[in-house]
Antibody, heavy 123, light 110 residues
C-alpha cells in the first residue's frame, strides 16, 4: 500500500532553516507530483508548492518564493522541503501529499498524505 | 491567491443531510473541474473524500457527494453519522498552476 512517512518534529530558532523529509513507498515515486501543504495551529490548509520527482522541476506558491526549496532523491524515494529564515509564523504541521494523476499531468488533487511533521519556531 | 470561502460551521442531527458550500472565482472553482474535498479529524492528516468535483475515491462512503455550479462547489453528506464530525476543506486547481484551499468548515453532529 502507498505510504508517505515524514521526519519527526523539529524545534528551530527564528532565522534558522528546517528541512523536512518524506519517504515514499508502495508506488512509483517518479510517477506522481509531490506537493507540500502546511497547517498552522488551529488554522486551515495552505499549499506551499510541488515537485516533479522525475525531473526535479518545482513550482512554489508566491508567498514562499525565495524561502522554500523542494528537492528529491530518487535513489531513496524521498522528497524534501526546506524552509529558510524561519519566524514564529512558520510554526505549523507540514504535510507531503502525492497527486492523484500520473505525470506529466497534475490535477492538484491529493490522494495520499504523510502523517505530518510539526515544526516549532521559538526563541 | 485568496482562500476559497466556506462556512465556518455546519451542524446536523444523525441521519440528516448537510451541505457545505465552497465559493471561488472563474480562475479556480469556476474554471476547472479539479475541485476536491478533504476530511480532517483532529490531529490527523487530511483524507481525500471527493475529487474531480464529484468522484469518490475507492473506500469512501457513497453518503458523500459533490457538485459544482458556476464558481461554487458543494459537498453533501447524507445520513449523517457521528464519525462524520470533522473539519472539511475544499480545494481547487487555479489558473496560476497552483492549488488553493477553502477556509474550512467544522461539521458537528448534534
Amino acid at each position: 500500500q502507498v505510504q508517505l512517512v515524514q521526519s519527526g518534529a523539529e524545534v528551530k530558532k527564528p532565522g534558522a532553516s528546517v528541512k523536512v523529509s518524506c519517504k515514499a513507498s508502495g508506488y512509483t515515486f517518479t510517477g506522481y507530483y509531490m506537493h507540500w501543504v502546511r497547517q498552522a495551529p488551529g488554522q486551515g490548509l495552505e499549499w506551499m508548492g510541488r515537485i516533479n520527482p522525475n525531473s526535479g522541476g518545482t513550482n512554489y506558491a508566491q508567498k514562499f518564493q525565495g524561502r522554500v526549496t523542494m528537492s528529491r532523491d530518487t535513489s531513496i524515494t524521498t522528497a524534501y522541503m526546506e524552509l529558510s529564515r524561519l519566524t514564529s509564523d512558520d510554526t505549523a504541521v507540514y504535510f507531503c501529499a502525492s497527486d492523484i494523476v500520473k505525470l506529466p499531468a497534475a490535477n492538484h488533487e491529493l490522494d495520499n498524505w504523510g502523517q505530518g511533521s510539526l515544526v516549532t519556531v521559538s526563541p | 491567491q485568496s482562500a476559497l470561502t466556506q462556512p465556518a460551521s455546519v451542524s446536523g442531527s444523525p441521519g440528516q443531510s448537510i451541505t457545505i458550500s465552497c465559493t471561488g472565482t472563474s480562475s479556480d472553482v469556476g474554471g476547472y473541474n479539479y475541485v476536491s474535498w478533504y476530511q480532517q479529524h483532529p490531529g490527523k492528516a487530511p483524507k481525500l473524500m471527493i475529487y474531480d468535483v464529484s468522484n469518490r475515491p475507492s473506500g469512501v462512503s457513497n453518503r458523500f457527494s459533490g457538485s459544482k455550479s458556476g464558481n461554487t462547489a458543494s459537498l453533501t453528506i447524507s445520513g449523517l453519522q457521528a464519525e462524520d464530525e470533522a473539519d472539511y476543506y475544499c480545494s481547487s486547481y487555479t489558473s496560476r498552476i497552483t492549488l488553493v484551499f477553502g477556509t474550512g468548515t467544522k461539521v458537528t453532529v448534534v
